[in-house]
């Protein structure tokens, strides 16, 4: 399965950015998906997912600043971050949830907020 994400670069704290991942047709319109993120010396963690009819759930670091969301037609995924802070700042990474149904990881996209 590819997995493309993209969209990341170097922002200001307070700022916005828009992250956004295509993937293989054949398995996603059925899938939950999510976006992870892995900072420096930390373990890789889930910060969003949406599920096939759209339900949303956020980890509570990023609740009410970002927003997952998927388009079934373009097989993609978005992830909309505004408000970023320093801590935001990581590799990320989109993948169904859970990630082993595709098997790996793609190219994640580097974030990072600058204070």
């Known amino acids: 399965v590819q997995l493309q994400a993209s969209g990341g670069g170097l922002v200001q704290a307070g700022g916005s950015l828009r992250l956004s991942c295509a993937a293989s047709k054949m398995i996603f319109s059925t899938k939950t998906w999510g976006w992870y993120r892995q900072a420096p010396g930390k373990e890789r963690e889930s910060v969003a997912s949406i599920s096939s009819d759209g339900i949303t759930n956020y980890s509570d670091s990023v609740k009410g600043r970002f927003t997952i969301s998927r388009d079934n037609t373009k097989s993609s995924v978005y992830l909309q971050m505004n408000s970023l802070k320093p801590d935001d700042t990581a590799v990320y990474y989109c993948?169904?949830?859970?990630?082993?149904?595709?098997?790996?990881w793609g190219q994640g996209t580097q974030v990072t907020v600058s204070s």
């Open positions: 993948n169904t949830i859970p990630w082993k149904i595709t098997g790996g």
